[in-house]
């Protein structure tokens, strides 16, 4: 018996679209995969982000990535990003705060950058560590809050490799200071004795310090 052309068409239509579902599920977005609540605490989604960065998201090849720790150190280096998946990673529940208004609570996860800093054997000067990123932007944090708060350098966010729109492939997970100290991106560690540096948004009248509890802009 032949099948009518139309009934044919239908059913051909049916698989297409049962076999396309399940195919795609493999392709869920990220905010799908990632953790909701950590220790009780809801977690946001990537959408609590607003893309507010200087020269639009970067995208960076990660087979020519080398971090870069350097400046005022005895035995500055280099390490791709194979070679930092190696060394020892830390969980932190930190909240971002932009000065635009709206807030980020994420379960970070990264490097420890003072196990970074000590590496290059710095010198006993460094009182500043400068973060450079590779859209040029530069922001700064002293040595003594990294060391007291255990600052992270973080390449994963609620448990997924950090996005590019957050930092791909890291992002400084500078709690308790306004998003502008959060360097994305970053490329360059540059250990200093400049307690006067100011970076990107710096140069505009923010607060170098970048504190929550202080006054935004420098007077």
């Known amino acids: 018996m032949k099948i009518p052309i139309l009934i044919l068409i239908g059913i051909i239509a ?21 953790v909701r609540e950590y220790q009780g605490v809801k977690l946001d989604d990537l959408s609590a982000f607003r893309e507010n960065s200087i020269k639009g998201v970067q995208y960076v090849n990660i087979e020519e ?30 909240t971002l705060h932009c000065v635009e208004g709206w807030t980020a609570k994420m379960l970070w996860e990264g490097i420890p950058l003072m196990d970074l800093i000590e590496k290059a054997d710095p010198d006993d000067r460094v009182t500043n560590v400068i973060f450079k990123s590779t859209d040029s932007y530069t922001t ?39 998003g502008y100290k959060w360097a994305r991106w970053v490329e360059e560690i540059e250990l200093s004795d400049d307690d006067k540096y100011r970076g990107y948004w710096e140069e ?15 007077r």
């Open 140 to 178: 700064s944090l002293t040595l003594d809050y990294i060391r007291e708060r255990n600052i992270i350098l973080a390449d994963k966010l609620n448990g997924i490799e950090l996005p590019p729109a957050q930092g791909f492939p890291f992002i400084v997970v500078a709690e308790d200071k306004w």
């Open 14 to 34: 049916v698989v297409i679209i049962v076999f396309g579902v399940t195919n795609g599920m493999n392709d869920a977005p990220l905010d799908v995969v990632t």
């Open 65 to 94: 990535y080398a971090l870069k720790i350097g400046g005022l150190a005895e035995t500055p280096y280099f390490m791709n990003y194979s070679e930092l998946q190696e060394l020892q990673h830390v969980e932190k529940l930190v």
């Open 204 to 218: 505009f009248g923010y607060s170098k310090d970048g504190s929550l509890d202080k006054p935004m802009f420098d």
